[in-house]
Nanobody, 123 residues
Framework: QVQLVESGGGLVQAGGSLRLSCAPSGRTFRMYNMGWFRRAPGKEREFVAAINWSGGSTLYTDSVKGRFTISSINAENTVYLQMNSLKPDDTAVYYC????????????????WGQGTQVTVSS
């Protein structure tokens, strides 16, 4: 079964940092665009960041620009989300996703999803 497996979530104080990782299980995702999305309690799924298959282009939602960095190591087939200066509003379940078609911030452009990892930022 094809899976994306996220790790690195946890509890951190406001202003702290976490690094999320996403690795495939069951297949590789070379030539796929990779994205991070999040869902906070009572809210809709929200785009956070994406990196295209070559690693040459990135997208970020405005609220995380300058604080979060998405990167990939193709040789490891792993995608990272470095999150700095975390705020309580960043509290959510973070999901990794992979898509083969258009490089986009739209969730429906992504075909494979992980189970999510919880990030909790205390004030």
């Amino acid at each position: 079964q094809v899976q994306l497996v996220e790790s690195g979530g946890g509890l951190v104080q406001a202003g702290g940092s976490l690094r999320l990782s996403c690795a495939p299980s069951g297949r590789t995702f070379r030539m796929y665009n990779m994205g991070w999305f999040r869902r906070a309690p009572g809210k809709e799924r929200e785009f956070v960041a994406a990196i295209n298959w070559s690693g040459g282009s990135t997208l970020y939602t405005d609220s995380v620009k300058g604080r979060f960095t998405i990167s990939s190591i193709n040789a490891e087939n792993t995608v990272y989300l470095q999150m700095n200066s975390l705020k309580p509003d960043d509290t959510a379940v973070y999901y990794c996703a992979a898509g083969r078609d258009r490089f986009s911030s739209r969730w429906n452009e992504y075909n494979y999803w992980g189970q999510g990892t919880q990030v909790t930022v205390s004030s």
